[in-house]
């Protein structure tokens, strides 16, 4: 059945998702940290949580002027 597939995809998808959630609690600490982004920080925020994998790596490429 269905959930077959789903526990047999957990070890897969589980360190995925604890990647992103690494991912992403970086990010927003390293937001705080940042004197000036690009761009307003709450729309940082929105981005880092709501686009998952892709929020975070935007925001280090360019959000952050200390990074670089």
């Known amino acids: 059945g269905e959930m077959t597939e789903i526990t ?3 070890p897969i998808i589980a360190p995925i ?3 992103q ?3 992403m609690i970086v990010a927003l600490i390293s937001l705080t940290k940042t004197e000036h982004t690009n761009g307003p920080k709450i729309m940082w ?3 880092i949580l709501f686009l998952g994998f892709i929020g975070p790596i935007l ?3 360019i959000g952050g002027d200390n990074i670089r």
Do not use: Q, S
């Open 8 to 10: 047999e995809l957990l």
């Open 17 to 19: 998702i604890i990647i």
């Open 45 to 47: 925020v929105l981005l």
């Open 59 to 61: 925001f280090f490429i």
């Open 21 to 23: 959630f690494l991912l």
